[in-house]
């Protein structure tokens, strides 16, 4: 095993983004810059032991060349974690609840070994270096399958007493609406999510059999999915115009109630269904002025909703520099 010395000059911290088919990691200097990747398959099959072994992995290979320790490693996690301990509270899409995956890094690198969940540090990656850079109060969300948040205040990841804060997608805006995997009814990601705008536009479609959608998904709907959405709707279609519409004002609402609770000074949108910017940007900002609640106060500075810059690099720049601050601080 190689030795690794620590360093007072190196400003240089390693990111890891952990997901359910891939680890991908880099190593990030102190303005979020990636000087090198690496990525592993993530072993599933391997339970808890597998993945960290595929974290050390990661690691080994960004480090191969260096004889100097990283001042940090973080790792952003799909779930509930605790930074103090070092564990996976809970994460339903990897076998890892309840267990301690910091030990081993920390014993081969002797550097700080930081936790976050993901979407918090897509949230960071995006407010230093992405979209939100130079924001003191931003909020990111991601739409994908679901809907992830993280939420920075003051210049600082803000987690919560407990570190669960930021599960935005499941504020109910919908009472007694659709059933929610988190067991509530009407969460917002059952709504604005990729996977709510599908059910939204099957919803509509029913049983009629024309139209640039059903042509597009060859009259079978499980065929349809957010991207054959939107290239129907740029079509002209009208199931696909009307799914739009109620899925803009449908993100709207949620975006509403983020701009009444934390007022914050941009509002970064990301994931796969970002990827429609041209679709979405113009009449989602129409409708979030039409309710918003400052809008009594037009005079004064308003919330800016822009689409994310950094794609899948938010998260590992951010889980990276989950520790940046106390260094600079330091």
Same mark, same amino acid.
């Given at each position: 095993m190689r030795a690794f010395r620590a360093s007072g000059v190196m400003r240089m911290y390693v990111g890891i983004d952990l997901g359910g088919t891939n680890t991908a990691a880099a190593l990030v200097n102190a303005g979020g810059g990636i000087i090198k990747r690496a990525a592993v398959h993530t072993d599933m099959h391997g339970g808890a032991i597998g993945v960290v072994g595929g974290l050390m992995a990661v690691c080994e290979t960004l480090l191969a060349d260096?004889?100097?320790?990283?001042?940090? #490693?973080?790792?952003?996690?799909?779930?509930?974690v605790d930074d103090e301990t070092g564990d996976v509270i809970y994460t339903p899409n990897l076998p890892?609840?309840?267990e301690n995956i910091t030990h081993e890094l920390k014993k081969k690198y002797g550097c700080r070994i930081s936790l976050g969940n993901d979407a918090n540090c897509a949230a960071l990656g995006e407010t230093i270096a992405g979209g939100a850079q130079g924001a003191k109060n931003a909020v990111l969300i991601t739409l994908g399958t679901g809907i992830g948040g993280g939420v920075i205040l003051n210049g600082n990841l803000y987690t919560g007493f407990d570190g669960a804060a930021g599960e935005l997608g499941h504020m109910v805006i919908y009472a007694?609406?659709?059933k929610c995997g988190c067991g509530r009814l009407g969460c917002w990601e059952t709504y604005a999510s990729a996977t709510g705008l599908v059910r939204t536009a099957i919803e509509i479609i029913g049983t009629q059999n024309t139209g640039k959608l059903w042509e597009l998904c060859g009259g079978d709907i499980g065929k349809i999915d957010g991207r054959l959405i939107f290239d129907a709707y740029r079509a002209g279609d009208q199931t696909a115009r009307l799914a739009v519409e109620r899925y803009i004002n449908d993100l709207a609402a949620g975006i509403i109630n983020i701009i009444s609770i934390l007022s914050p000074e941009i509002i970064c949108v990301g994931g796969g269904i970002s990827n429609e910017w041209d679709c979405l940007s113009e009449p989602l900002q129409a409708a979030v002025d039409a309710e918003k609640y400052t809008r009594f106060s037009p005079q004064s500075p308003?919330?800016?909703i822009v689409r994310a810059k950094l794609g899948n690099?938010?998260? #590992? #720049?951010?889980?990276a520099l989950l520790k940046r601050l106390s260094d600079i601080q330091a």
């Amino acid at each position: 095993m190689r030795a690794f010395r620590a360093s007072g000059v190196m400003r240089m911290y390693v990111g890891i983004d952990l997901g359910g088919t891939n680890t991908a990691a880099a190593l990030v200097n102190a303005g979020g810059g990636i000087i090198k990747r690496a990525a592993v398959h993530t072993d599933m099959h391997g339970g808890a032991i597998g993945v960290v072994g595929g974290l050390m992995a990661v690691c080994e290979t960004l480090l191969a060349d260096t004889a100097e320790a990283p001042l940090s #490693i973080g790792i952003g996690v799909p779930g509930m974690v605790d930074d103090e301990t070092g564990d996976v509270i809970y994460t339903p899409n990897l076998p890892l609840s309840g267990e301690n995956i910091t030990h081993e890094l920390k014993k081969k690198y002797g550097c700080r070994i930081s936790l976050g969940n993901d979407a918090n540090c897509a949230a960071l990656g995006e407010t230093i270096a992405g979209g939100a850079q130079g924001a003191k109060n931003a909020v990111l969300i991601t739409l994908g399958t679901g809907i992830g948040g993280g939420v920075i205040l003051n210049g600082n990841l803000y987690t919560g007493f407990d570190g669960a804060a930021g599960e935005l997608g499941h504020m109910v805006i919908y009472a007694g609406g659709r059933k929610c995997g988190c067991g509530r009814l009407g969460c917002w990601e059952t709504y604005a999510s990729a996977t709510g705008l599908v059910r939204t536009a099957i919803e509509i479609i029913g049983t009629q059999n024309t139209g640039k959608l059903w042509e597009l998904c060859g009259g079978d709907i499980g065929k349809i999915d957010g991207r054959l959405i939107f290239d129907a709707y740029r079509a002209g279609d009208q199931t696909a115009r009307l799914a739009v519409e109620r899925y803009i004002n449908d993100l709207a609402a949620g975006i509403i109630n983020i701009i009444s609770i934390l007022s914050p000074e941009i509002i970064c949108v990301g994931g796969g269904i970002s990827n429609e910017w041209d679709c979405l940007s113009e009449p989602l900002q129409a409708a979030v002025d039409a309710e918003k609640y400052t809008r009594f106060s037009p005079q004064s500075p308003q919330t800016r909703i822009v689409r994310a810059k950094l794609g899948n690099d938010a998260g #590992i #720049i951010g889980a990276a520099l989950l520790k940046r601050l106390s260094d600079i601080q330091a």
